[in-house]
């Protein structure tokens, strides 16, 4: 236990799409609709798409199987922001994290338009129908995409699989630790030519993590704040 998170260390992750009756979007549908028109009010870059929840997760013998089901994304961010998860129903999603090959963690600065406007984590999104193959949701997948869409890096060859879970404040945050054979500033500097490619890019920059005492700790999440305290000893 870290931080209120759960750590656990997983040899392999595999995730299926499920059917699941989630009252919540039946039960508060003018709450909902009230607070879409608020947050789009501060991101009008907002879209209301499917995204996938977690409504269930076992982990056997080192690997975790998470089940998801399909839900809209403003009836996610109401209930993601109330800050009270129910009935099992979770954020669930996966993550690289990129690490230099002098020992930093690169962390994504979120860019204003965006739902997370200023908060510091690792590239990454709550998955979607993108990553739907037949009945199985290809999570290493959608970590790899996000990681590529995000920052233009692409995963190394022979780039490790283990996994850590991550589980509290209603999420699971499955995380892929990648070493990168580049230092911190080469991959900056692939990241920012990445950016300037782009007309809005996700991240509005890149914060470097050495230490679990960051001085910028306060704009990231509690999973990314646990998962610092535990690999530098915080």
Known sequence: MSDGFRITRLSGVTARLVAYDWPFPRDNAAAIADHWQARLARSPGMFDGTVLLGCACTVEAGIARVDLFAAPYSSFIAYRDRGRAEGGVVNAFAAIVPWSA??????????????NAGQLYFPC?????????????????SAARELAEETGLALPEGAATEWVMLAGEGQLAFLRPVRFPEPAEVLCARIAAHHRQEAEPELAGIHLARAADDPEAARMP??????????FGG
């Open 125 to 141: 999104g709550t998955p979607d129908l993108d990553d739907v193959r037949g009945d199985r949701v290809d999570l290493a997948g």
């Open 222 to 231: 509690g999973f990314v704040q646990a998962y610092l305290a535990d690999v």
């Open 102 to 115: 002098d020992g930093a963690v690169l962390l994504g600065a979120m860019g204003a338009h965006t739902a």
